[in-house]
């Protein structure tokens, strides 16, 4: 693959981004760590984060990724 081609693969991907709210569970009192990619609002045990990707799956599967990330990280006591 060349530079050209690479450039239009991701020229493309950003025309296609969409915005998808992922609602997800969380446990009284949770807090992320470390750095938020996300916006993000906890409401009455709901986390809501704001993500953009291609798809629905790929923004449930970017938000499963970063909350699994975090159980990972050193000190996480959630």
Request: proline fraction near 4%.
């Amino acid at each position: 693959m060349n530079a050209k081609d690479l450039a239009d693969q991701i020229i493309s991907r950003a025309k296609n981004l969409q915005q998808f709210t992922v609602h997800v569970p969380v446990g009284r009192g949770w807090m992320p760590r470390g750095t938020i990619p996300y916006d993000l609002m906890v409401i009455k045990g709901t986390a809501h984060i704001r993500v953009y990707d291609v798809s629905e799956e790929k923004a449930i599967e970017q938000v499963r990724d970063w909350m699994e990330s975090m159980e990972h990280d050193e000190g996480w006591d959630g």
